[in-house]
């Protein structure tokens, strides 16, 4: 893992996987003496994706969206979200992250960043919110089994009057009638779909299902 700032945020360092980081070998089976292992996961955690991307840069360009708030990154891979609501002024940010590795390395990041962090190193979306102000969910709608959890617990977050901010180049799984576009920006999905080149990615605020 290399540390290099991310595109379109040159604010922030993470670091990333590239060639030779050797990170195939978390997708290869267990060799099976370990009862109590668990299937590898994919390194989501090693690249900065869109979603998560173009949330971070709509925080750092607006930086009164987190200011003297509490946080909750959800789903937060490297932790480039948190860490940019932390560079915003966040009065506290928490990151949940279910990746052994994952959680590893977003408490690299947000140390080569100089912010704190605290993280949930457990799924959170089986039970009640937090105590935040405002959920920040980056690149949560990539698969129909993670949207389905994701979207009941957003929902009581929205019923706890927890504000809750999406961002999304998207996804196959976006809950498009759910949301309302804050702000659209170019950035690379960097995370193994497709190339580096820049793709319209959006901030979103999720709203409320409207009654029938």
Avoid at 39 to 56: D, H, K, N, S, T
Avoid at 116 to 127: K, L
């Amino acid at each position: 893992m290399r540390l290099a700032p991310v595109p379109a945020l040159p604010e922030i360092r993470l670091f990333s996987a590239h060639p030779g980081s050797g990170l195939r070998r978390l997708l290869e089976p267990d060799d099976g003496t370990d009862d109590e292992a668990t299937e590898p996961q994919p390194p989501y955690w090693a690249y900065a994706w869109a979603g998560g991307a173009v949330l971070a840069r709509y925080i750092l360009d607006n930086p009164l969206t987190v200011a003297g708030r509490r946080v909750l990154d959800l789903g937060a891979g490297c932790g480039l979200v948190g860490i940019a609501a932390a560079k915003a002024g966040a009065s506290e940010v928490i990151a949940a992250e279910i990746d052994r590795n994952g959680i590893v390395a977003l408490g690299l990041n947000a140390a080569a960043n100089g912010v704190a962090i605290a993280i949930i190193g457990e799924d959170i979306t089986t039970g009640p919110p937090p105590s935040v102000d405002l959920v920040l969910a980056g690149d949560v709608f990539y698969g129909q089994a993670v949207a389905r959890r994701v979207i009941p617990f957003l929902d009581r977050c929205l019923a706890a009057g927890i504000e809750v901010l999406v961002g999304d180049p998207g996804r196959a799984w976006l809950p498009r009638p759910r949301l309302r576009l804050l702000g659209e920006y170019q950035v690379p999905d960097v995370g193994g779909n497709g190339g580096v080149e820049p793709r319209p990615s959006g901030a979103f605020a999720f709203v409320p299902e409207k009654a029938d």
